[in-house]
């Protein structure tokens, strides 16, 4: 090969950084690699742009006991970069952030013998963590709050979370309780200049409160309770929209749900982009349906871990839930609880599709449980204040009805909540999912009830769906009959279409509303029956099924005297209509009371579901930083 014209050397077969060489030299095994390396090859390794790729492949390839017998490079490679964060110099501060970064979420996730004292010893050594990971988490706080740039103060962020996710089943993130983060994450999205910083901060608050809080009293938790800085909660809502935003148009990328009759010029004026719908293009072609299945079963993406911190935040802060639900949209944007509830119809649609999905619309039910809990809220949500448009998924059939425009917040819940029930009737119920879409249009109904509020909706949709999901628990009981926490289900599902016969007159629009939910109550008269027997509810003594079986004895006696009057004739649907409403003048509804009560939340009752909530955002958040 010719030589070079200027270095007289030979050329390389194929060009290879500088920093790949110094990679390369730190991590050969020869047997003076306990040797520690120079000052100079460690000023000259942070000096170098680091190669985070080729790193991660260099990592990857070595085993636990690999690592563990190199353990004094990957000492003194962390040592050095804990010491090059500590002085701040540009740039040799951000390349030893980006490189630990790489480092940790290579080394941390590894299958180790015995994780906390095997990852301590390739880090730092038995006899030195202390010092070293005290020195490691005070050089984070200072960059995140005080560091050279917004850039580099984030990169420090993507450590701390590299760290945290890596090391959360370990001793390690102990040292993160110790020191509180909370000051400077919150000072970091003040100074913030851009909505997407919000959301690496926040999703790391997200994974620091929830660690180990059952267990003692988590720091980060009790932050959460005490914030009030306004203007920082209102950049956390606002890029928790935008991500719910991102994470909805991975769904629709897969399969375009737009209805027949819109377009996407129609939906972009409809969210405020009209001036760009001369530009829209046309819809991508379909993707197989086995296809798609698998994408779907991969949904949300990984990014939906932010939801954690959402959920957290919401349970400890009231000043959060109403900014939550008040916070108007930006120009050219959704408001974010609009996003919310969008991205939330499409987490139900496919909650069947895989754990992960399942778990992340468990959460989004409860956030959405805590904010119609309170009752201040709950009004918003049902006043004309909270109307927004508001895209459902229409992924999977039945459709409910298209209502485009701007409604109140309440109907999308309900229409959240319906799809919900409608798209995951399975012989193994999601017991749990569908006690929370019941609870949420029962504290809603409770609401509209007391209130007296006249909600314009289509009810019937409603009452098709719960008795639909009664007709279901009848014909698979010997499934479903000893499945956990049945019995809530039932009582509050039945107590549901309880309160709605004997309060409908105070929230349905009109008289023709109130009368197809009696029509449908006649209709399911025997297959009520058969679901008190085959539950024993007769025996539950807050159970309102004799009530409801009371009003169809009552129009079956009724519409039985009309067939005679006809001489046996059956009845066509406008006479029945017509028997049910003189049927009000002697109809006497025998209801509990309470029926508009519920249990308030407490989150000690989804103990065990928020820790597998918070392994699965862990490791969501390890796939973010190893593919950032």
Known sequence: MDPSPLTQQARPEVFQQKIVELYEALFKDEEEHDIEKPEGFWTEFFLLRPDKATLHRTL???????????????????????????????????????????????????????????????????????????????????????????????????????????????????????????????????????????????TLLGLLANYNKFEFQNPYRLRL???????????????????????????????????????????????????????????????????????????????????????????????FCFNFVTLPAEKGLEAPVGSFISITSYLLQHAYSSFRTSLYSHLNLLILRLLTEDQVLCKRICSDESKMAVRLCRQRQP????????????????????????????????????????????????????????????????????????????????DLKNSNRIEI????????????????????????????LFYKLVETGEILVKFRDSY????????????????????KQLLADGAQARRGKHLTNVQVAGVIKQGYETLSIQAKEGLDGWMKYREADERVFLKKMARAAVGDVKSLIING
């Not at 690999?66 to 090059?84: G, K, M, P, S, Y």
């Not at 599902?493 to 109130?514: D, K, Q």
């Open 60 to 202: 990857d390839a070595f085993s636990p006991d690999d690592l563990l017998h190199l353990q004094n490079q990957t000492r003194q490679l962390f040592l050095r970069a804990v010491a090059c964060i500590k002085t701040g110099t540009t740039p040799a501060d951000g390349h030893a952030l980006d490189t630990i970064t790489a480092f940790l979420a290579s080394v941390l996730p590894k299958k180790y013998p015995n994780p906390s004292s095997d990852i301590i010893n390739v880090l730092a050594g038995l006899d030195q963590v202390d010092a070293v990971f005290t020195d490691f988490v005070a050089a984070l706080d200072v960059t995140i709050k005080t560091g050279s740039s917004l850039d580099v103060r984030q990169k420090a962020i993507e450590a701390a979370l590299a760290v945290v996710s890596g090391a959360y089943q370990t001793s390690l993130l102990s040292y993160f309780i110790h020191r509180d983060l909370f000051p400077s994450l919150m000072k970091f999205i003040q100074d913030s200049d851009a909505t997407s910083r919000a959301f690496e901060p926040f």
């Open 225 to 319: 309770d005490d914030f009030v800085n306004e203007g920082s909660i209102q950049k956390i809502i606002r890029s928790v929209g935008y991500t719910c935003t991102s994470a909805r148009g991975k769904y629709v990328a897969i399969q375009e749900d737009l209805p027949e009759g819109w377009t996407i010029g129609s939906t972009l004026t409809m969210i405020g982009l009209g001036s760009i719908a001369s530009g829209a293009k046309t819809a991508p072609p379909a993707i197989d349906p086995e296809a798609a299945k698998e994408m779907f079963a991969k949904l949300p993406g990984r990014e939906a871990s932010v939801l954690l911190a959402t959920y957290d935040f919401a349970h400890a802060n009231k000043l």
């Open 399 to 478: 459709y409910l009805p298209l209502v485009q425009g701007e409604r109140m917040l309440a109907a999308s819940i309900l229409d959240t909540m319906i799809d919900g029930i409608n798209h995951n009737l399975r012989r193994r119920l999601d017991v749990d999912l569908y006690i929370l879409c019941v609870g949420i249009i029962l504290r809603l109904i409770s609401h509209l009830s007391r209130s007296r509020t006249r909600l314009t909706y289509h009810w019937s949709e409603l009452f098709r769906s719960l008795l639909s999901l009664v007709r279901f628990l009848t014909t698979y009981t010997t």
């Open 489 to 516: 289900l039932l009582d509050d599902l039945v107590n549901l279409i309880a309160l709605s016969l004997s309060a409908g007159e105070a929230f349905l629009p009109s008289p023709a509303s109130y009368d197809d």
């Open 536 to 555: 024993d509810l007769a025996k539950r003594p807050n159970n309102s099924i004799e009530t409801l079986i009371s009003v169809t004895e009552h129009y």
